[in-house]
């Protein structure tokens, strides 16, 4: 058996992917006679991988702005575009969406071109082979057209927040064309899985939660024992992170208590977006309250930091969310969190192991919400075991990829 798994950029460290793939791959291998990542971009540092693991840059070289251009053009004569246009209308004619639809089918076209051409010019047979798509999008549909014609080919995708929620991000073209092909789709969240289950209800067999996961840190974060607060985030600068909101808070939470010493590092983002927040602290800050922006670091490396260095909590205020990997790294660590009421973040956060916002608080109720964690420290020292036993129950790595790749093996097998 051989799975072929398509990502945006692994195992190059473009897209740093690393973080969701890495322990996934080493499972597979186990599993699988072959594994072979597909990324659709192959820039940047190519990253340690599994022995036996194979990469292919054939598709990378393929799926190249000229072809896509091309491919646009030549979307007018596919049935899937018309038939995506007649579903949709009139909504289908506004030109945001014509635009997104003529990029989506020119994608798919692509992708279902390669892999034919791959599966001849190799001489691998459709039965043998199970395509798994990190991302739900125009990938897995051009998979899944060549299972028109070779119905023995086997194909899955995961689906996180943007590539999931129409509602939030826009609506996908051809989504439901490409439900009823698929095989099998596997949400990271309870949450994702109920949302496909009302959307599109025909197919609700093939809905099937399966949650990603991170290994054991191989130590538990401790709690400031001098009285400062220590705060800990971790995300890149996107809007939907909010930082600006976090800043806030701590903005207020130190003003409201001056004797409160509060430290906050958030971890991740571009350099240039990290020197202007530097600045804005800089100038914003009051004398009782301090950051740093140390940057990406590597899952190893920011285990490494959170093990070394207090953390009394870790915070997300994100306005939408799948289920955040930075997330289950603090609570592995035994970090609490407070985070807010979305996506994913309500499956992670128990009353046991911290504190759920609202969707969209005010930085005075962040700051509310920060200072309990000094007025209880009993309490937040309790939830911190709470952290740890919810990443064992639920975001434990193995017994996650163990039995993700098990599933994959029974779909390949049927």
């Known amino acids: 058996m051989i799975v072929l798994l398509f990502s945006t950029s692994y195992p190059y460290d473009y897209a740093t992917e690393q973080t969701f793939l890495k322990g996934e791959v080493e499972i597979l291998r186990k599993r699988f006679e072959r594994v072979i990542l597909i990324p659709r971009i192959a820039k940047g540092n190519l990253l340690p991988i599994p022995e036996g693991v194979e990469v292919d840059t054939s598709f990378a070289e393929t799926f ?29 004619l506004q030109p945001s969406y014509l635009r997104r639809l003529f990029s989506f089918v020119a994608g798919a076209n692509l992708t ?58 826009g609506d996908w073209p051809c989504r439901p064309r490409v439900v009823e092909l698929i095989d099998r789709l596997f949400p990271d969240s309870d949450i994702g899985a109920n949302y496909l289950r009302e959307k599109y209800p025909q197919y609700k067999e093939k809905y099937e939660t399966a949650l990603l996961g991170v290994k054991d840190p191989g130590g538990l974060a401790k709690p400031s024992e001098d009285g400062v607060l220590r705060l800990v985030s971790c995300s890149n600068f996107h809007p939907v992170k909010r930082i600006d909101l976090l800043l806030e808070s701590v903005i207020i939470a130190a003003k409201k208590r001056p004797a409160q010493r509060i430290e906050w590092s958030h971890f991740g983002g571009a350099k240039e977006i990290r020197e202007q927040y530097i600045q804005r602290a800089a100038d914003e800050f ?17 285990f490494q930091t959170y093990i070394a260095n207090p953390a009394d909590v870790f915070l997300n205020v994100s306005s939408t969310e799948g289920t955040s990997v930075a997330m289950m790294e603090a609570v592995s660590c035994g970090i609490p969190v407070i985070a807010t009421a979305v996506g994913g973040n309500v499956e992670v956060v128990r009353e046991k192991n911290g504190f759920l916002l609202g969707e969209n608080p005010t930085p005075d109720e962040i700051a509310d919400t920060l200072l309990q964690v000094c007025d209880d420290r009993e309490l937040w020292l309790e939830k911190r075991k709470g952290s740890r036993e919810v990443w064992q129950e639920r975001y434990n790595e193995t017994t996650n990829f163990e039995a993700f790749a098990q599933k994959l093996v029974e779909i390949r097998k049927r």
Not at 143 to 164: C, F, M, N
């Open 64 to 92: 190249t702005l000229g072809r896509r251009l091309v491919e646009s053009v030549l979307a007018i004569f596919s049935k899937e575009f018309y038939s995506d246009i007649k579903n949709r209308f009139p909504s289908s």
């Open 286 to 302: 009051p004398a009782n309250a301090k950051t740093v922006f140390p940057g990406y670091q590597s899952q190893r490396e920011l």
């Open 112 to 169: 279902r071109k390669w892999l034919q051409h791959w599966l001849k010019s190799n001489r691998i047979s459709a039965d043998e082979v199970i395509c798994n798509t990190f991302w739900f999008d125009e990938l897995t549909m051009g998979l899944s057209l060549v299972k028109e014609t070779q119905p023995s080919l086997r194909v899955i995708s995961r689906a996180h927040g943007y590539d999931l929620y129409e509602e939030l991000y």
